[in-house]
């Protein structure tokens, strides 16, 4: 078992308190971490603040170029960093191996995207001035973000900011806080100066509140759960911070009458159980037309049947354990519910034999209705929950009946009704005929209470840039 310790101002640092890591398939206890609390987190602060002059004034070359030797040495290292990934947080090897790719192709694209930040001169309103209209980094960035992918929301945040010249101070989820500080460690070995990225963690709420409260924190980029969204939204106006937020999802996935239900049935396999259904932009809800619904779902439960579970190290598993105990009761409180309700389970649901971690088998159900908590509340679980619908007016309507607005999917083969579900829905990101949306130049992120800004593209920079706008007297 390793004793991790935090990274602040280039060096490694503990506390009394510790935090034990728990492994989901296993539940042993793989690790233990420093507890920070306020002290600790201010001194993060003074740390992010000292190396800002130095690390804005490099040219966005020089900063590409560290941040290209600290993608070349994650990518080395990216099975290592798989596999300490896959026991912290339970997603197959296979998969947390492609999160890590996933994850670096941020640095990567960022590293590029850094040198065009370009500035603007616009024809001035008389003869002796001139406008000039630069852009500036917004300063030293808070990066809070969960356990569901430890490795793509810290570069997803960190990529862009160091980018744009700022400098952060970082707060990952305590249940799966090791890929993180392994990622910090190959970002002191790729030259990245002292400062620039401090990593600790802890008391969540004293950590937030004392970066929020800290005028010297420009900027604060946050991923998970709307409740603490919310909150930090708040607490940030007290300083008038710039503020992203990815929150929470409750994605419609919507199967037409021409849709090519074999394509159907494999993008929503990639959307629903990717990550055993822990995903913001997981398929919550699928609207399947009625003209389709029995062979829909006759396809859905064979590919749901073939999934194999267990612990993500073993060869072959394609689903892992949840995060912990509260996540899988969640989902069988959601299949009590529908099941009370009318709902026939299809498949799944069930624990698995011989295994002590958090795990749960996943689940197809049908006759659903829209009074079912599955269908109002985000499940965050390999549940898939399925309902019919007669038509797209019908089903526009009642996808966009939900306070979230982050992902949304269809499948038709048609054009015209592709297009016309695709843009009567209220969501950040459409999967049109496509499962997986989510890569680095494309913009991520949500309307209404899914959360505000988006990261990836040129989209993702301009969230840690300020305007400055110069106004010259000839
Ligand atoms: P989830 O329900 O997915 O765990 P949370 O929003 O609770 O989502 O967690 C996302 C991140 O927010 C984690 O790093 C967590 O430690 C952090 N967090 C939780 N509560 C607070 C808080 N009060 N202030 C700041 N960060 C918090």
């Known amino acids: 078992m390793k004793s991790w310790r935090m990274y602040v101002n280039g060096e490694w640092v503990n506390t009394e308190e510790q935090i034990e890591v728990v492994n989901p398939a296993t539940l042993e206890v793989i690790a233990t971490v420093p507890k920070a609390g306020k002290k600790e987190a201010a001194e993060a602060v003074d740390a992010a603040s000292a190396a800002l002059p130095g690390w804005k004034a490099k040219t966005a070359a020089e900063r590409g170029a560290l941040l290209m030797n600290w993608f070349r040495l994650i990518d080395e290292q990216k099975e290592e960093i798989g596999r300490i990934m896959t026991t912290e947080q339970g ?50 960035v808070a990066a809070i973000t969960p356990w569901n992918f430890p490795a793509a929301m810290m570069t997803r945040k960190v990529g862009p900011a160091l980018a744009a010249g700022c400098t952060v101070v970082v707060k990952p989820a305590e249940l799966t806080p090791l890929t993180a500080f392994k990622l910090v460690e190959l970002a002191e070995e790729a030259g990245i100066p002292k400062g620039v990225i401090n990593v600790i963690t802890g008391d969540a709420a004293a950590i937030g509140e004392t970066w929020m409260a800290d005028s010297r924190v420009r900027k604060i980029s946050f991923t998970g759960s709307t409740k603490v969204g919310k909150l930090l939204m708040k607490q940030a106006a007290d300083t008038m911070k710039k503020v992203s937020l990815e929150l929470g999802g409750h994605a419609p996935f919507i199967v037409t009458e021409n849709a090519d239900l074999n394509k159907a049935v494999t993008g929503l396999m990639g959307s629903k159980y990717r990550n055993a259904g822990q995903t913001c932009v997981c398929a919550n809800r699928i609207f399947v037309h009625e003209s389709v619904e029995a062979e829909f779902v006759e396809k859905l439960k064979k590919a749901v049947g073939e999934l194999s579970v267990g612990n993500g190290l073993n060869e072959g598993v394609e689903i892992g354990p ?68 007669k038509t797209v007016e019908e089903v526009i309507k009642r996808a966009n ?11 038709s083969e048609n054009i015209s009704e592709a297009i016309a579900i695709s843009e009567g829905l209220e969501y ?47």
């Open 428 to 474: 950040g990101i459409i999967g049109l005929n496509d499962g997986l949306p989510s890569v680095a130049q494309a913009p991520f992120g949500g309307m209404k209470e899914s959360g505000l800004g988006r990261e990836g593209g040129h989209w993702g920079i301009e969230e840690y840039l300020e305007v400055k706008y110069i106004s010259l007297g000839l």
């Open 401 to 411: 009946n939900s306070p979230y607005g982050l992902a949304g999917y269809v499948y």
């Open 91 to 140: 997603k197959p090897l296979a998969e947390a191996i492609g999160e890590v790719s996933y994850a670096n192709s941020f640095i990567s694209w960022y590293a590029e995207e850094g040198k065009r930040i370009y500035g603007e001169m616009v024809p001035a309103a008389a003869s002796n001035k001139r406008i000039f209209v630069s852009k500036e980094p917004v300063g030293v």
């Open 322 to 389: 949840l995060i912990n105990e509260a996540a899988v009761q969640k989902v069988k409180n959601q299949l009590d519910d529908a099941i009370s309700k009318g709902a026939s389970v299809e498949i799944g649901g069930e624990a698995i034999s011989g295994e002590k971690g958090y795990f749960i088998t996943p689940a197809v159900l049908t006759n659903v209705t829209d009074d079912m908590t599955c269908m109002i509340e985000e499940t965050f679980g390999p549940l898939a929950p399925v309902t019919t619908y």
